[in-house]
């Protein structure tokens, strides 16, 4: 086996993070050798569109998140088919798994995550996907004229968009989730409560409280049985219970973990001129001041973009990252960012205001701090103005003169004090965006 080369910049990945990467380190060196290693065969394409293609709403092309001749243009090497197996931090050299190396000057891990499977026995059939690849992509699709039944195992952002497909394409769907409610990470009780009649009322069967007891069949699954004995018929089993960072290489090569791989501002590792981005990085998340595992094609694109610049010599910082969710399911559009205030985690030092329209099925939240700014909010039914918020809450704005306009259907940049507004909008009006 040999050394592959030696390039001033590698990648290990290929999806939003690496394309943040080489568009932001190209755009301040245009003529250092760079390549990127890649487990997947196909160029890189977007995860969030796989419900769309799969639900029939786009064509097989918009799946791709750049255009064939990117990396040509780019001037990058795609190793494709080849996983990064470790890092040797002391001569600069990444072994790849047929044996070969590849050394670099500076190295980008966006690895991304993998989907986590329960220890449940029979998760190993051939009808058992997540909804998380492209070889997922293609063995459902292969799977669906048959498929008369469906079990979703897992009642997240994943396991919905999947039931949503699923349930579209004809096919009676069983969604199963541990927790008392739907979506519990990403929202409130009155959300869940939404979604969950939303699911209920298209005629998806829910399953809370509950999971897999035992999966029966041969080869392929073909039945369930719960924890509380009932039995469903499966000819499909989506498993969508989340995805872990994959934080292995980093860890075997000594690089600081905690939940996904340690990055400061400039998205470097605790080791210098190694960066991380994306799925599997905990990154700075600018409302709680903590470094923190987000998950976020946002994030890791504007992540693996921040790390370019640096890996390049121009230095960035990644200050605008936190959570933040925009979701649909069965016509129930939700959009969440920031803090996620529940039932269980509220007190009184907290101030939120909200209202609840159940005829029209609107409803609004916001949370904020004791200086008044925005450290959370949570938007289901009328979702026009998110941008505005997420903005009030990235400048952190003082709103307390203002916030009893933002349930205004039509509240907007007109109805922020005149001096504020300038302050927001000045980037936009100086590139003539507005």
């Known amino acids: ?3 592959m080369g030696g390039y001033d910049y590698l990648i290990i990945g290929n999806s939003a993070g690496a394309v943040g990467c080489i568009e932001g380190l190209r755009s301040v060196d245009k003529s250092g050798t760079m390549a990127l290693v890649s487990e997947e065969e196909c160029r890189v394409y977007s995860r969030a569109l796989i419900p769309y293609y799969l639900g029939g709403h786009i064509a097989r092309d918009r799946l791709y998140y750049r255009p064939l001749d990117f990396y040509d243009r780019a001037h990058v090497g795609v190793f494709n088919g080849h996983r990064a197996v470790k890092i040797d931090t002391a001569v600069r050299m990444v072994k790849l798994d047929d044996g070969n190396s590849m050394s670099y000057g500076k190295l980008l891990i966006a690895a991304g995550g993998k989907p986590f499977y329960p220890p449940i026995p029979g998760l190993d059939k051939k ?12 063995g459902i699709e292969k799977e669906l004229p048959g498929v008369r039944s469906a079990v979703v195992l897992g009642g997240g952002v994943i396991g919905l968009m999947a039931a949503e497909v699923l349930h579209g394409k004809g096919i009676r769907v069983h969604v199963l989730e541990l927790a008392d409610r739907l979506l519990a990470p990403v929202v409130d009780e009155t959300t869940s409560q939404l979604v969950e009649n939303a699911l209920r009322e298209t005629g ?12 029966h069949g041969g080869e392929r699954v073909e039945s369930i049985t719960l924890k509380d004995g009932r039995t469903i018929p499966c000819d499909l089993l989506i498993v969508g219970v989340g995805v872990a960072p994959r934080v292995e290489l980093a860890e075997h090569a000594g690089i600081q973990v905690n939940r996904g791989i340690v990055v400061d501002k400039k998205m470097q590792t605790s080791v210098p001129g190694i960066f991380a981005c994306g799925d599997c990085a905990s990154t700075y998340n600018f409302l709680t001041d903590a470094v ?6 946002p994030n890791a694109y504007l992540g693996g973009r921040v790390a370019g610049y640096n890996m390049a010599g121009a230095e960035r910082e990644y200050t605008l990252g936190t959570q933040m969710n925009a979701m649909h399911f069965f016509d129930v559009n939700i959009v969440s960012a920031g803090i996620n205030v529940t039932e269980a985690n509220q007190n009184d030092s907290l101030d939120i205001i909200k209202n609840y329209d159940a005829e029209k099925k609107v409803y609004r939240k916001f949370v904020f701090s004791k200086e008044g700014t925005i450290t ?7 979702i026009d103005r998110a941008g505005i918020f997420l903005n009030l809450m990235r400048r952190k704005v003082d709103v307390r003169g203002f916030r009893k306009e933002m349930f205004k259907n039509s509240f907007g940049y007109a109805d922020l004090p005149e001096t504020l507004r300038w302050q927001l909008l000045q980037d936009d009006v100086i ?3 507005v």
């Open 1 to 3: 086996m040999s050394n």
């Open 204 to 215: 998806v069967d829910l399953y809370l409280n509950n999971t897999i007891g035992q999966i």
């Open 127 to 138: 009808n058992v996907y997540s909804f998380h690849s492209m070889s997922d992509v293609q």
């Open 431 to 433: 590139l003539g965006v």
């Open 376 to 382: 959370g909010f949570i938007l289901v039914g009328q």
């Open 292 to 297: 923190q595992n987000m998950p976020l094609w």
